[in-house]
């Protein structure tokens, strides 16, 4: 069973301050998906990723498949990025996904 | 921009009852799945299907529930006998190709409470 970690659990930030939330899995997968939870419960899907790096506006979403390791990048922070990011895995061995319990992050003004 | 919708957005239902949640997917995608979120917990995987077929199921995808395409663009979650335990937001989504390799959309949710 892979276990999805995910750190910090919760995140306070000023705003314009860069962000780094982590995720950890201990088995291999074939890819890694960052998505944003709303307060309102809301999903939507930031990147997905099987390799390398992914850039979109202020967000940059790493991998390091050797090190079973994924991180996630907000740069100039904004109240508005408030919410909970969700690291979720598909394995190798099939098209199900494991999640993350998630990051809450509250970007104070 | 295309979304994922679903219907209702709040279902209550008393505990032995039946429920089916609906979901309509992008029009041109073929991979759907459904998850479920149980109150302060993490998003967990229930099934997914294609080609008219479940193609994925996790244990939580026991005998209670099930799924169907009734035609051709409703995707729907039936819960046989709901029981306490069952109260969650279900969260329907999909993709244009295999989700591991496909970015996912996600429906808002039907958030259902079993009394």
């Known amino acids: 069973k892979n276990e999805v970690e995910q750190s910090p659990q919760n995140l306070t930030a000023q705003e314009g301050e860069f962000i780094t939330i982590n995720c950890s899995y201990s088995v291999g997968i074939s890819a890694l998906h960052w998505l944003q939870q709303h307060p309102g419960g809301g999903i939507v899907s930031l990147f997905m990723?099987?390799?390398g790096k992914k850039k979109h506006g202020r967000l940059i979403a790493t991998i390091n498949i050797q090190e079973k390791h994924s991180s996630l990048h907000i740069t100039a922070s904004h109240p508005r990025d408030s919410a909970v990011y969700i690291c979720a895995v598909a394995l190798n061995t099939g098209n199900q996904f494991y999640f993350g319990t998630g990051t809450s992050l509250t970007v104070i003004p | 921009e295309p979304e994922v919708t679903q219907t209702p957005s709040h279902q209550v239902t008393q505990m032995g009852q039946e429920v089916i949640l609906r979901c309509v997917p992008i029009?041109?995608?073929?991979?759907f799945y459904w998850y479920r979120q149980i109150l302060g917990q993490k998003v967990e995987f229930l099934v997914s299907?294609?080609?008219?077929?479940?193609?994925?199921k996790s244990e939580i995808f026991d005998d209670q529930f099930s799924v169907e395409r009734p035609d051709g663009s409703n995707f729907t979650l039936k819960i046989r006998s709901t029981k306490l335990e069952d109260s969650a937001m279900y969260f329907c989504?999909?993709?244009?190709?295999?989700?591991?390799?496909?970015?996912?959309?996600f429906g808002p949710g039907t958030r259902l409470t079993v009394l």
């Open positions: 029009s041109n995608h073929l991979y």
């Open positions: 989504a999909s993709s244009n190709q295999m989700g591991a390799s496909d970015t996912q959309y």
């Open positions: 990723l099987s390799s």
């Open positions: 299907f294609y080609n008219n077929e479940i193609s994925e």
